[in-house]
Nanobody
Framework: QVQLVESGGGLVQPGGSLRLSCAAS????????MGWYRQTPGKQRELVAT???????NYADSVKGRFTISRDNAKKAVYLQMNSLKPEDTAVYFC??????????????WGQGTQVTVSS
């Protein structure tokens, strides 16, 4: 099966930076849309940023100007550069990939998640 594996999470001081990486593996040709979502206890998983195969991007208002999403289609990877981190950015970050099928519904794949903790 297709797998998405995140890396790069950890503990960082407020104002610091982290770079998250996510690589797809398995039998897959491409992921049309890739993105990052995050979740904290008691809250629904929320969008952080997405990027299409044509590199069109979308960001949550809370991270605009601080986070940058990018992808490498040859490597089937997506990255999230996080700068000026705030304590409220603390969450488990999940990588998402969506494969759009012409013959049926889209298929979503999710990574296991990586913890990002911004100390106060």
């Amino acid at each position: 099966q297709v797998q998405l594996v995140e890396s790069g999470g950890g503990l960082v001081q407020p104002g610091g930076s982290l770079r998250l990486s996510c690589a797809a593996s398995g039998r897959i040709n491409s992921l049309n849309i890739m993105g990052w979502y995050r979740q904290t206890p008691g809250k629904q998983r929320e969008l952080v940023a997405t990027i299409t195969s044509a590199t069109g991007t979308n960001y949550a208002d809370s991270v605009k100007g601080r986070f940058t999403i990018s992808r490498d289609n040859a490597k089937k990877a997506v990255y999230l550069q996080m700068n000026s981190l705030k304590p409220e950015d603390t969450a488990v970050y999940f990588c998402n990939g969506r494969q759009i099928m012409s013959w049926g519904p889209a298929r979503d794949y999710w990574g296991q998640g990586t913890q990002v903790t911004v100390s106060s």
